[in-house]
């Protein structure tokens, strides 16, 4: 159980930390509290495995359609979508969303191979069905 909850801590407290970079590189982000913080960034996760997916499927043909460019904009809907939810979690503007869940993604790339270091037990493992991979 403790194996499972290790890689979901590391994400979270990854994910965080790049809110909190992010705050303090955009002056139109800031937090009140670490308290929301800390649920902010819960919350982007949650957001992140529930309600991206949906929209990018809904979005297929205009991603199709951009070359795949709509999914900032899908990034940045979803950092508004947690903002509105997260009472001390102050978001200002669309291009604000925009830019820092550009510099948040590349941040949580940078600092997820660092920390997690791509090592197995960290990795999503796949496999092939019965017939292979197709």
Same mark, same amino acid.
């Given at each position: 159980?403790? @194996? !499972? ?7 979270? @407290?990854?994910? &965080? ?11 139109? %982000?800031?937090?009140?509290? &670490? ?12 957001? !992140? ?25 899908? !990034? ?32 949580? %790339? ?5 920390? %997690? ?18």
């Amino acid at each position: 159980m403790l @194996a !499972n909850l290790t890689p979901f801590l590391l994400h979270w @407290a990854i994910t &965080a930390f790049a809110l909190w970079v992010a705050s303090h590189v955009f002056r139109r %982000l800031r937090f009140d509290s &670490a308290g929301a913080l800390i649920v902010a960034a819960l919350l982007l996760g949650l957001a !992140n495995a529930v309600v991206r997916p949906l929209l990018v499927v809904l979005t297929l043909p205009l991603t199709l359609l951009t070359f795949g460019l709509f999914l900032l904009v899908i !990034n940045a809907l979803v950092l508004m979508l947690v903002a509105k939810l997260v009472s001390g979690f102050h978001l200002d503007g669309f291009w604000t969303a925009f830019w820092a869940s550009i510099f948040m993604s590349l941040l949580s %790339l940078v600092l997820g191979a660092f920390v %997690l270091g791509g090592t197995p037990e960290f990795t999503i493992q796949t496999s092939p069905g019965p017939d292979g991979w197709i």
